[in-house]
Protein backbone atom coordinates (compact mmCIF):
# COMPACT_ATOMS: atom_id res chain seq x y z
CA UNK A 1 0.00 0.00 0.00
CA UNK A 2 3.10 2.56 0.80
CA UNK A 3 4.58 1.65 -2.97
CA UNK A 4 1.45 2.10 -4.32
CA UNK A 5 0.39 5.72 -2.81
CA UNK A 6 3.85 6.64 -3.99
CA UNK A 7 2.87 5.43 -7.27
CA UNK A 8 -0.78 6.96 -7.74
CA UNK A 9 -0.28 10.40 -7.49
CA UNK A 10 2.18 10.61 -10.59
CA UNK A 11 -0.89 8.15 -13.22
CA UNK A 12 -4.04 10.42 -12.02
CA UNK A 13 -4.54 13.82 -11.93
CA UNK A 14 -6.88 14.17 -9.63
CA UNK A 15 -6.76 12.87 -5.78
CA UNK A 16 -10.00 13.21 -3.68
CA UNK A 17 -9.87 12.83 -0.27
CA UNK A 18 -13.46 12.06 1.61
CA UNK A 19 -13.99 11.88 5.24
CA UNK A 20 -15.44 8.35 5.38
CA UNK A 21 -17.25 8.55 9.06
CA UNK A 22 -20.93 6.94 9.19
CA UNK A 23 -20.10 5.52 5.32
CA UNK A 24 -20.99 1.80 5.32
CA UNK A 25 -19.08 -1.13 3.56
CA UNK A 26 -21.60 -2.05 1.42
CA UNK A 27 -21.91 1.78 0.09
CA UNK A 28 -18.38 1.64 -0.71
CA UNK A 29 -18.29 -1.58 -2.53
CA UNK A 30 -21.09 0.06 -4.72
CA UNK A 31 -19.14 2.66 -5.72
CA UNK A 32 -15.92 0.60 -6.61
CA UNK A 33 -17.94 -1.72 -8.47
CA UNK A 34 -19.23 0.81 -10.66
CA UNK A 35 -16.52 2.93 -11.22
CA UNK A 36 -13.69 -0.28 -11.37
CA UNK A 37 -12.10 1.63 -13.97
CA UNK A 38 -12.38 5.23 -13.49
CA UNK A 39 -11.74 5.77 -9.92
CA UNK A 40 -9.22 3.89 -7.14
CA UNK A 41 -10.53 4.23 -4.07
CA UNK A 42 -7.63 3.26 -1.04
CA UNK A 43 -9.14 3.41 2.58
CA UNK A 44 -5.27 4.11 4.41
CA UNK A 45 -4.37 4.73 7.61
CA UNK A 46 -3.16 8.15 7.85
CA UNK A 47 0.06 7.69 9.11
CA UNK A 48 1.28 5.40 6.00
CA UNK A 49 -0.27 7.88 3.61
CA UNK A 50 1.24 11.25 5.12
CA UNK A 51 4.59 9.30 5.02
CA UNK A 52 4.14 7.62 1.67
CA UNK A 53 2.93 11.01 -0.10
CA UNK A 54 6.34 13.00 1.62
CA UNK A 55 7.77 10.67 -1.13
CA UNK A 56 6.27 11.93 -3.76
CA UNK A 57 8.14 14.36 -6.02
CA UNK A 58 6.75 17.10 -8.38
CA UNK A 59 2.39 16.81 -7.30
CA UNK A 60 1.75 20.12 -5.90
CA UNK A 61 -0.95 20.61 -3.47
CA UNK A 62 0.05 16.82 -1.61
CA UNK A 63 1.14 18.34 1.57
CA UNK A 64 -1.90 20.71 1.82
CA UNK A 65 -3.66 17.38 1.34
CA UNK A 66 -1.58 15.80 3.93
CA UNK A 67 -3.11 17.81 6.70
CA UNK A 68 -6.35 16.97 6.58
CA UNK A 69 -5.63 13.59 6.68
CA UNK A 70 -7.89 12.77 10.19
CA UNK A 71 -10.18 10.44 11.21
CA UNK A 72 -11.23 7.43 8.63
CA UNK A 73 -10.33 8.90 5.11
CA UNK A 74 -10.38 7.08 1.77
CA UNK A 75 -8.11 8.23 -0.72
CA UNK A 76 -9.80 8.56 -4.21
CA UNK A 77 -7.19 8.68 -7.74
CA UNK A 78 -9.29 9.55 -10.85
CA UNK A 79 -9.20 11.73 -14.16
CA UNK A 80 -12.44 12.86 -13.47
CA UNK A 81 -12.64 16.71 -12.15
CA UNK A 82 -13.41 17.29 -8.44
CA UNK A 83 -16.52 19.03 -9.79
CA UNK A 84 -17.82 15.79 -11.92
CA UNK A 85 -16.84 13.64 -9.19
CA UNK A 86 -18.69 15.56 -6.22
CA UNK A 87 -22.23 15.43 -8.96
CA UNK A 88 -21.41 11.78 -9.57
CA UNK A 89 -21.52 11.05 -6.34
CA UNK A 90 -24.30 13.09 -5.45
CA UNK A 91 -26.38 10.80 -7.48
CA UNK A 92 -25.42 7.58 -5.86
CA UNK A 93 -26.66 8.23 -2.73
CA UNK A 94 -28.83 5.96 -0.97
CA UNK A 95 -31.26 5.43 1.70
CA UNK A 96 -30.48 3.08 4.49
CA UNK A 97 -32.44 1.61 7.40
CA UNK A 98 -31.75 4.03 10.67
CA UNK A 99 -29.56 3.07 13.40
CA UNK A 100 -30.15 3.67 17.05
CA UNK A 101 -28.16 6.77 17.28
CA UNK A 102 -28.06 8.20 13.69
CA UNK A 103 -29.40 11.77 13.26
CA UNK A 104 -32.55 12.50 11.16
CA UNK A 105 -31.96 14.68 8.07
CA UNK A 106 -35.05 15.81 7.69
CA UNK A 107 -39.05 14.59 8.80
CA UNK A 108 -39.47 11.02 9.34
CA UNK A 109 -42.89 10.40 8.81
CA UNK A 110 -44.70 6.96 9.26
CA UNK A 111 -47.57 6.75 6.62
CA UNK A 112 -51.45 5.97 7.15
CA UNK A 113 -52.68 2.63 6.47
CA UNK A 114 -52.00 -1.09 6.57
CA UNK A 115 -48.16 -2.45 7.87
CA UNK A 116 -48.78 -6.08 7.50
CA UNK A 117 -47.51 -6.83 11.15
CA UNK A 118 -49.87 -9.22 12.93
CA UNK A 119 -50.50 -7.57 16.79
CA UNK A 120 -48.63 -8.91 19.21
CA UNK A 121 -45.32 -7.26 21.27
CA UNK A 122 -44.53 -5.03 18.56
CA UNK A 123 -47.92 -2.72 19.72
CA UNK A 124 -45.73 -1.83 22.24
CA UNK A 125 -43.26 -0.47 20.03
CA UNK A 126 -45.82 1.98 18.09
CA UNK A 127 -46.98 3.47 21.44
CA UNK A 128 -43.52 4.24 22.59
CA UNK A 129 -43.33 6.12 19.04
CA UNK A 130 -46.40 7.68 19.67
CA UNK A 131 -48.08 6.08 16.98
CA UNK A 132 -51.86 5.78 16.67
CA UNK A 133 -53.10 2.23 15.48
CA UNK A 134 -55.72 0.03 15.28
CA UNK A 135 -55.97 -3.54 14.70
CA UNK A 136 -58.04 -4.21 11.78
CA UNK A 137 -58.51 -7.78 9.66
CA UNK A 138 -55.73 -9.51 11.84
CA UNK A 139 -53.74 -6.97 10.63
CA UNK A 140 -51.80 -3.36 12.44
CA UNK A 141 -53.29 -0.06 10.99
CA UNK A 142 -51.57 3.01 11.25
CA UNK A 143 -54.46 5.67 12.11
CA UNK A 144 -53.19 8.24 10.65
CA UNK A 145 -49.66 10.28 9.34
CA UNK A 146 -47.34 10.45 12.29
CA UNK A 147 -44.39 12.38 12.24
CA UNK A 148 -41.59 10.28 14.65
CA UNK A 149 -38.55 12.24 14.52
CA UNK A 150 -37.74 16.11 13.16
CA UNK A 151 -34.63 17.39 11.55
CA UNK A 152 -31.51 16.82 13.79
CA UNK A 153 -33.43 14.12 16.05
CA UNK A 154 -31.45 11.57 17.26
CA UNK A 155 -33.15 8.53 16.30
CA UNK A 156 -33.47 5.84 19.45
CA UNK A 157 -32.72 2.28 19.45
CA UNK A 158 -36.46 0.83 19.33
CA UNK A 159 -37.61 3.75 17.04
CA UNK A 160 -34.93 2.04 14.69
CA UNK A 161 -36.25 -1.11 14.77
CA UNK A 162 -39.83 -0.27 14.12
CA UNK A 163 -38.91 1.93 11.12
CA UNK A 164 -37.22 -1.29 9.85
CA UNK A 165 -39.87 -3.33 10.19
CA UNK A 166 -41.68 -1.06 8.62
CA UNK A 167 -39.48 -0.94 5.56
CA UNK A 168 -38.91 2.88 6.01
CA UNK A 169 -35.03 4.11 5.31
CA UNK A 170 -34.72 7.45 6.14
CA UNK A 171 -30.84 7.56 6.72
CA UNK A 172 -29.57 9.33 3.13
CA UNK A 173 -25.85 7.76 3.18
CA UNK A 174 -23.28 8.31 0.56
CA UNK A 175 -19.79 9.96 0.37
CA UNK A 176 -18.68 13.28 -0.68
CA UNK A 177 -15.17 14.59 -1.69
CA UNK A 178 -14.28 16.63 1.27
CA UNK A 179 -10.94 17.73 -0.54
CA UNK A 180 -9.73 17.27 -3.93
CA UNK A 181 -6.29 18.22 -5.51
CA UNK A 182 -6.36 18.80 -9.55
CA UNK A 183 -3.47 20.21 -11.32
CA UNK A 184 -1.56 21.55 -8.46
CA UNK A 185 -5.06 23.27 -7.55
CA UNK A 186 -6.61 22.87 -3.88
Known amino acids: ?13 VIALSKITKVRATQLMALRK ?51 L ?35 PVLSEFKGANVATRIDQGSIWVSKDTVVAKPGDVISQNLASLMSKLNIKPIEAGIAVNLAVSEGLL
Open 34 to 84: KFRNEIKIRIIKNKVAIRAFEKVKGIAGLESLSKELEGQCALMFTNISPFK
Open 1 to 13: MYQELQDLPAKYN
Open 86 to 120: NLIFDQNKVFLPAKGGDIATKEIVIPAGNTGITPG
